[in-house]
């Protein structure tokens, strides 16, 4: 079993004890620790790809990977070089070391990084739920503040939403873009340095946080309040387990295969009417404080999946 995750991430932690429970032989490493820490050897021939990866506690033979949880990891650094040649040993080992890992034989990704990638992409998401019939909100995504203007006088209320979430720092504090309702009158000339997402402001009367483990559904009621985005203040928050609405976890199995996937976050939000509607899904997205809330056993679950146990 393969574990690919930066250092002290409670949720990796949470999956590797639990396979450590089970008897389950473990590799965990961050790419980030290469090449001091971590080395490794591929053949590629007839016989396809072989060889071996070695931390400073384990040994992987990579014909032998039954499965690989690809868990954030960190990015490569090379702090002992100049900017060009970091550069150039980034990218060698970005297609070289990430190459092979992407590649190993009879193994069951969860997921598969190039499939994290794809999916990440907002247009994607949103244009594959509309084809599978979910519900979305209108959406424009644009540079241009003429079409702003004009989506907001039909759409609104309206609100912004980063396309990617990314560092930001203001007065030298680090800062988070929360979704947040648009005026309007702020719909000026800068909209034309960058692509912005604007979406319908959606009258929720609650969120659904649906995880979808191979073929296991785990559904969360999320009461937030007056909140517009839940993840501002944890501490207000109510949970409820709860069933997935009618024919949800059927779209929601398609939308994966549709990717590639066999793990997916996905957030609705509740209409009045009882409709979800699809906002997003986080094909690497957080889990584990939803089993402490709720005590729904999405651990064991995923350590099934890695184990091969439902695939």
Known sequence: MVVVTKPHDVTADMVVAELNRRGVPVV???PAEFPQALTFSATIDGDGLHGSLTTTTRCLNLE???SLYYRRPRG???PG???QDARFARLQARFGLGGVLASLPNCLYVNHPHAIADAEHKPAQLTAAADLGFTIPPTLITNEPDQARAFAAEHGPIVYKPLRASPYRQDDQARTVWVT???PADLDESIRATAHLFQTKVPAVGHLRVTMVGDRVFCVRIDSGDLLDWRQDYDALAYT???PPPGLA???AAYLKRFGLVFGAFDFALHPDGTPVFLE???NGQWAWLEDETDQPMTAALADLLERRHA
């Open 64 to 66: 032998s990977a039954r």
């Open 76 to 78: 490569f650094t090379f």
């Open 241 to 243: 387990a709860s069933h």
């Open 281 to 283: 899904c986080n094909p």
């Open 28 to 30: 965990r490493f961050d």
């Open 81 to 83: 070089l100049d900017e």
């Open 250 to 252: 059927d779209r929601i």
């Open 181 to 183: 309702e648009v005026d």
